[in-house]
């Protein structure tokens, strides 16, 4: 079984969709089909931070939209790899992913919350590595971007 990204998908995982949120992979009931909206699996999903076992149900893998979030090594990985990465745009584009998935992850395990998201090791590393590349650690170039950006918006008003 896939996600909607062509990732397999395997019994245990954790996954997310937008009607349900967090959930977890119970068992494959039918295995992909496209006519009828991707495999049909058995999923538990999360409520206040507890994942709700008694209260298993099915949905369609493409139908739901249902995407694999990373596991921590996979996520931790990546956030290592980008240390010797120099495409900003490539860079800034993980780092998206990287925190829905850090996200993701954190409410599963019912720790979520913003402080926790933005202070996690995986989001330090990308955003230390952004701005490296930017150089925005510098208040002089910071504050001549801040001021640029500011100068532009106030001519428009």
């Known amino acids: 079984m896939y996600d909607v990204n062509g990732k397999t998908l395997n019994v245990n995982d954790i996954a997310f969709t937008y009607m349900h949120g967090v959930i977890r992979i119970l068992k494959c009931n039918e295995e992909h089909d496209e006519d009828k909206g991707?495999?049909?699996?058995?999923?538990?999903?999360?409520?206040?931070?507890?994942?709700?076992?008694?209260?298993?149900?099915?949905?369609?893998?493409?139908?739901?939209?249902?995407?694999?979030?990373?596991?921590?090594?996979?996520?931790?990985?990546?956030?290592?790899?980008?240390?010797?990465?120099?495409?900003?745009?490539?860079?800034?584009?993980?780092?998206?992913?990287?925190?829905?998935?850090v996200s993701r992850r954190l409410d599963s395990e019912g720790k979520g919350g913003m402080s926790a998201i933005w202070q996690h090791p995986v989001c330090v590393l990308f955003s230390s590595k952004l701005a490296s590349l930017t150089s925005s650690e510098s208040a002089t170039i910071f504050s001549n971007a801040y001021n640029w950006a500011k100068d532009l918006t106030e001519k428009k008003g």
């Open 38 to 101: 991707g495999a049909l699996i058995e999923v538990v999903k999360m409520r206040e931070g507890v994942w709700v076992n008694d209260e298993p149900f099915e949905i369609r893998t493409h139908e739901y939209k249902v995407t694999k979030v990373r596991t921590w090594e996979e996520l931790a990985d990546e956030a290592i790899f980008i240390q010797d990465a120099t495409n900003l745009v490539s860079i800034a584009g993980a780092f998206g992913r990287a925190a829905q998935d």
